[in-house]
């Protein structure tokens, strides 16, 4: 896809501020938190339903981010091959810190790291939720690199990987309230060429208005199915 920026992100603003502080001064200002002598935040978690944009964020960070950027996609790494992912994560995480400033994703963070104390969880779950703690507790004060997982079930993961140190702070991207789907629209209307459509600012509210429970990929598809009419 083309480089998408914040601007081009409808109705998260509140979130992209929170996101953009807890990135930008662990990798760029590690000094702030050395001379308190408290280790800088390390791990965020985004959490809220499907579609509502989390996945899109973190590739805004991605573009908007002068740093090392690193993906895993969950459910990719998960291999069937004992021992396999622990190495691959591990792999990740050297390189990271090899290659500083870095952010690491973890996209749908569920799949790798379920609850260890669920019926679901076996053995091998249970050895990569564990590797993915050593390696978070393993980054320690020094380094300039961040850790940003997404998940749609944030209670699917382990307690463990939610304590303080590691994903400690957590950003909600919740469902949006009617003025975020007036902000999304907007932005998807600014894409299409004016005289395309003849809606108006007051169509586009209304269309808002009664659009209720729409995430922002419902709202895209809608604007696709409007095009495809």
């Not at 950027?69 to 992912?85: A, D």
């Given at each position: 896809s083309h480089s998408i920026g914040y601007d081009s992100v409808g109705g998260l603003a509140k979130e992209i501020e929170v996101l953009k502080n807890a990135i930008h001064l662990p990798l760029h200002k590690p000094k702030l938190f050395s001379e308190f002598g408290v280790a800088p935040p390390r791990g965020i978690l985004l959490h809220g339903p499907p579609g509502t944009g989390k996945t899109m964020l973190l590739r805004c960070v991605a573009n908007t981010t002068d740093a090392?950027?690193?993906?895993?996609?969950?459910?990719?790494?998960?291999?069937?091959?004992?021992?396999?992912?622990?190495?691959?994560?591990?792999?990740?995480?050297?390189e990271a810190k090899l290659y500083q400033p870095s952010i690491i994703f973890i996209d749908e963070i569920d799949s790798i790291a379920p609850n260890r104390a669920s019926d679901d969880?076996?053995?091998?779950?249970?050895?990569?939720?564990?590797?993915?703690?050593?390696?978070?507790?393993?980054?320690?004060?020094?380094?300039?690199?961040?850790?940003?997982?997404?998940?749609?079930?944030?209670?699917?993961?382990?307690?463990?990987?939610?304590?303080?140190?590691?994903?400690?702070?957590?950003?909600?991207?919740?469902?949006?309230?009617?003025?975020?789907?007036?902000?999304?629209?907007?932005?998807?209307?600014?894409?299409?060429?004016?005289?395309?459509?003849?809606?108006?600012?007051?169509?586009?509210?209304?269309?808002?208005?009664?659009?209720h429970g729409y995430v922002g990929a419902d709202l895209t598809a809608l604007c696709r199915e409007s095009v495809m009419k």
């Open positions: 090392h950027i690193l993906t895993i996609n969950g459910p990719s790494i998960v291999s069937k091959y004992l021992g396999e992912t622990e190495a691959t994560l591990r792999e990740i995480f050297d969880s076996g053995e091998v779950e249970s050895r990569v939720v564990a590797t993915l703690l050593t390696l978070m507790d393993g980054m320690g004060a020094a380094g300039r690199l961040v850790v940003v997982a997404a998940t749609n079930r944030p209670n699917n993961i382990d307690p463990a990987l939610r304590r303080p140190g590691r994903f400690d702070q957590e950003v909600e991207i919740a469902i949006p309230d009617v003025e975020e789907r007036i902000d999304i629209l907007m932005k998807q209307f600014e894409r299409m060429s004016s005289e395309k459509h003849s809606l108006s600012a007051e169509d586009i509210k209304e269309v808002a208005a009664k659009t």
